[in-house]
T-cell receptor, first 114, second 109 residues
Framework: GAGVSQSPSNKVTEKGKDVELRCDPI?????LYWYRQSLGQGLEFLIY????????KSGLPSDRFSAERTGGSVSTLTIQRTQQEDSAVYLC????????????FGPGTRLLVL | GDSVTQMEGPVTLSEEAFLTINCTYT??????LFWYVQYPGEGLQLLLK?????DKGSNKGFEATYRKETTSFHLEKGSVQVSDSAVYFC????????FGAGTRLTVKP
């Protein structure tokens, strides 16, 4: 079946612009996660959704970052007034539920802020 | 708190060499353990997993055994190929996923 998909695959933007990143999880997966991976670094947790609610948004680095999920499916991560330090790969993952389940990752969106 | 420590890279091997990437974790209870692989320009792919003590996960010639007594989940492969060049992440999930920093492996012909 279809895996996790993300769009766009690459995004180049100018400092100060807003960007929206999209994630389509695996059908039926109730849990959805956003991570950030800076160049050559490990994964930084951003936010977790269970259904449409976000019980854990502790990893969002600033109030410029927000995310929503609708219909228990698609999620959008929005970065307002982008800064150069926001340049990274943004990865989305989904799992059947939270707990000790396997997370399945999308291919990521590579964001470059000029 | 809960954490994962994996061997720092980069690791460079010749084709057909034996690979070990060490991974240890700190967590209460019995987390699920994972190895993910990230090829250049791609997202993370699940390589293998184990969910209880003494389980062995295996895939594509890679193996790792869940060692509760040493809280370890070392990744091994008997004969690496050039196509195994990638970054490998150890992770555990104890109701909250934790990832290691990643180990970059380069296999030379």
């Amino acid at each position: 079946g279809a895996g996790v998909s993300q769009s766009p695959s690459n995004k180049v933007t100018e400092k100060g612009k807003d960007v929206e990143l999209r994630c389509d999880p695996i059908s039926g997966h109730t849990a959805l996660y956003w991570y950030r991976q800076s160049l050559g670094q490990g994964l930084e947790f951003l936010i977790y959704f269970q259904g449409n609610s976000a019980p854990d948004k502790s990893g969002l680095p600033s109030d410029r970052f927000s995310a929503e999920r609708t219909g228990g499916s698609v999620s959008t991560l929005t970065i307002q007034r982008t800064q150069q330090e926001d340049s990274a790969v943004y990865l989305c993952a989904s799992s059947t539920n939270r707990g000790k389940e396997t997370q399945y990752f999308g291919p990521g969106t590579r964001l470059l802020v000029l | 708190g809960d954490s994962v420590t994996q061997m720092e890279g980069p690791v460079t091997l010749s084709e057909e060499a034996f690979l070990t990437i060490n991974c240890t974790y700190t967590a209460t209870g019995y987390p699920s353990l994972f190895w993910y692989v990230q090829y250049p320009g791609e997202g993370l792919q699940l390589l293998l997993k184990a969910t209880k003590a003494d389980d062995k996960g295996s895939n594509k010639g890679f193996e790792a055994t869940y060692r509760k007594e040493t809280t370890s989940f070392h990744l091994e492969k008997g004969s690496v190929q050039v196509s195994d060049s990638a970054v490998y992440f150890c992770a555990f999930n104890n109701n909250d996923m934790r990832f290691g920093a990643g180990t970059r492996l380069t296999v030379k012909p």
